[in-house]
């Protein structure tokens, strides 16, 4: 059987969507008669290396440093080593010897370059960059970086993974002119590789909204990250503007650098119709999701690069329409209304975002069946079996 390498900074049982992703991507691998192995970085190991077995799929943790809730000049620098120090402990690993058909990374993060490189040269097969994070650029839009020194570095280690990359799969066709103005990448294979989700098993979820003050309401549920990329604020300011409709409200799920603020200004600003929780399992979305209503996609409106976010898959899965607060140009807002699967707005008022809401709240009637397009839709664009197939006919294998 040929095997292929899948790094990630994260893989399940972790509780990102990235690492749900990979996940369900490593399985098909496994179905379609190719053997995956995942290789992670782990700062909690006591040792250089363990493997282990996951639902079939073989995962190669490497001892590193911390990357994860620390501070941003720590994480560059822990991330920015990470790569050598996984070289080492993968060459004291017994899987050093195996022979691989091909690599398979992911980003975020922007730093696999020396890794993958070595992995390359020493099986002299193919590699596949899926590229889900376009970082600098993002920070720049947002305000988060200046054209400087720090720019400049994360500039040329962004290049150096697109420069070891055979094929790169960017998740919107807007993003592919972004690495064609990159001259020296002009004649690389970009396409778009939509995000990907299997479907789950039906579970339970921890959460249960009917023991909570938001029982009977129509709720709008956002699950994820809440950092600075996703502009998080506007939630807020939309919960307030309907604070006179008792039979909407907000649930927020997850975990990020706005986590902790938000929860402190949704205090601070009374309002009775949103509700925090922290981060669930995986495998309890989808149970999370039959409580809801309409799924929330929220990016900052500075980005100028183009994403469709792994949450958007799993409301589509469950059946859920989706307000999309999201940046002008997004390939999102063709999708959503091109498919009447929810709302999407590009612009900034909340009085329209509001009446947006509104709007899709009274939407949701049995005639119009809202849930069934959802669901075709993710059978249709996200299916996990359609994206392995791409990526083993790139890599040739």
Not at 1 to 15: E, G, L, T
Not at 306 to 313: A, D, R, S, T
Request: charged residues 20%; glycine residues 6%.
């Amino acid at each position: 059987m040929k095997s292929i390498a899948v790094i990630a900074d994260s893989y399940y049982p972790a509780r990102t969507s990235a690492a749900a992703q990979l996940k369900d991507l490593a399985i098909e691998f496994n179905k379609q008669g190719i053997s995956p192995l995942v290789i992670i970085p782990d700062s909690g190991l006591d040792h250089a290396w363990r493997l282990e077995v996951l639902n079939g799929v073989r995962v190669l943790r490497l001892k590193a440093l911390k990357t994860k809730d620390v501070g941003y000049i720590r994480r560059t620098a822990a991330e920015f080593f990470m790569p050598y120090f996984m070289w080492m402990r993968y060459l004291m690993s017994p899987l050093s010897s195996e022979k691989l058909d091909g690599v398979i990374w992911y980003s975020p993060t922007i730093f696999w370059a020396p890794f993958v490189k070595r992995l390359k040269r020493n099986a002299s097969c193919r590699s596949y960059l899926i590229l889900r994070d376009i970082f600098p650029e993002w920070a720049l839009d947002l305000g988060l970086m200046r054209r400087g020194l720090a720019y400049r570095f994360f500039k040329w280690i962004e290049a150096s993974q697109y420069k070891i990359a055979d094929t790169i799969g960017v998740q919107a066709a807007n993003n592919i002119q972004y690495l064609k103005n990159w001259p020296p990448f002009n004649l690389k294979n970009i396409e778009v590789l939509q995000n990907w989700l299997s479907e789950s098993s039906s579970g339970i979820c921890s959460i249960a909204v009917g023991d909570t003050f938001l029982a009977g309401r129509k709720i709008f549920v956002y699950a994820g990250n809440m950092g600075v990329a996703q502009g998080m604020g506007v939630v807020l300011d939309l919960a307030e503007s309907l604070l006179n409709r008792a039979d909407i409200g907000f649930l927020m799920v997850g975990r990020g650098s706005e986590y902790v603020d938000l929860k402190w200004q949704a205090k601070n600003r009374s309002l009775n119709n949103i509700l925090f929780f922290d981060e669930i399992d995986s495998a309890e979305i989808p149970a999370l999701y039959r409580q809801c209503s309409i799924g929330m996609v929220i990016l900052d409106p500075r980005h100028k690069t183009h994403n469709i976010p792994g949450k958007f898959l799993s409301y589509m899965q469950s059946g859920l329409p989706v307000l999309a607060k999201i940046n002008p140009g997004n390939d999102l807002v063709d999708l959503i209304n091109k498919t009447q699967v929810g709302y999407a707005y590009t612009g900034s008022s909340v009085t329209e975002l509001r009446d947006i809401a509104e709007a899709l709240v009274d939407k949701l009637t049995p005639a119009d069946r809202m849930d069934l397009r959802c669901k075709n839709l993710a059978k249709e664009l996200f299916s996990t079996e359609v994206a392995v197939k791409q990526i083993l006919t790139a890599l040739e294998v």
